[in-house]
């Protein structure tokens, strides 16, 4: 693509030419083109600092190479390599920009999976529990900075095991994802879910004192308890014990903060499943 010089009126600069790859590539044809701004290819989801950077280097009489997300005619999204380079006339007055880009939409596709696959437990859609404890770290840090309650749930699935024997593993995997998807209807969007274990769960919930957390906790006990487990055409009765704690300030880390909640879950089981217990 091809423009003028004219950064300093709105819009600009402005097409005067397009290849026949552009006119394939983003949907146009030349015609519908030549006198609009490239502004017409940015979308809901295009990050307009690029845009800005761009625009920043020219004034400079810069080249610059970045990448940004642009919209086709029929509002496809597609990734560009682009490389925005003046060119000058002989007197060295920038006449034009030369814009040359390389689609990398695929290649941003499989950066994106690859970064959920790095993030989330790919049977449940939980974070994992690197991805986890990385976010509740961050969270726990902002609670002790600024005074503010964290607590934590931990979440076992009662004698899971059993199930695995009785219904087999396809059927524990169908159980584990509508059990998360039971636990997600109930919590809140800012609440953090991760699966810690193999039927073992923990949920952060920043800016929560123990009182709501307990509340919070009971009510997942009972939407999972409630909550049809059906894997083929066999209905399977689930109930989970839980663990509650709050941010302690003798909680030297967030480990410890975890470790109470454990402790807590461990005491629900002991003391007959299928309910919740609050850390000392």
């Not at 004192?209 to 919070?216: C, I, V």
Request: aromatic share 8%; glycine share 6%.
């Amino acid at each position: 693509m091809l423009t003028d010089a004219r950064l300093h009126e709105p819009g600009g600069p402005f097409i005067e030419y397009v290849n026949s790859a552009f006119e394939l590539h983003m949907g146009y044809l030349a015609t519908e083109l030549i006198g609009q701004s490239p502004l017409l290819f940015n979308g809901v989801e295009t990050d307009i600092s690029v845009y800005k950077k761009i625009r920043a280097n020219l004034k400079k009489g810069k080249a610059i190479r970045t990448e940004i997300l642009h919209y086709t005619k029929d509002n496809q999204t597609r990734w560009l390599d682009m490389s925005v380079t003046p060119l000058r006339t002989d007197s060295g007055e920038i006449s034009h920009f030369a814009f040359v880009a390389r689609d990398i939409t695929r290649h941003k596709n499989i950066e994106r999976q690859l970064t959920t696959l790095a993030l989330f437990d790919s049977l449940t859609g939980a974070l994992n529990r690197p991805a986890f404890h990385q976010q509740a770290e961050k969270e726990y840090a902002r609670s002790k900075r600024y005074s503010r309650p964290l607590s934590v749930i931990m979440l076992d699935i009662d004698h899971f095991k059993q199930v695995n024997d009785r219904y087999g593993h396809p059927a524990g995997d169908q159980v584990l994802q509508i059990f998360a998807e039971a636990c997600q209807e109930v919590i809140r969007s800012t609440d953090l879910m991760g699966r810690i274990g193999g039927e073992e769960f923990a949920i952060l919930l920043p800016d929560t004192p123990s009182k709501s957390a307990l509340y919070l906790a009971e009510r997942l006990r009972l939407r999972i308890n409630k909550y049809p487990y059906l894997a083929g055409d066999m209905l399977i009765e689930v109930t989970a014990s839980l663990g509650v704690a709050e941010l302690q300030s003798s909680d030297a880390d967030f480990k410890a903060l975890l470790q109470r909640a454990d402790e807590a879950l461990y005491a629900a089981k002991h003391g007959g499943r299928n309910r919740v217990k609050l850390a000392a």
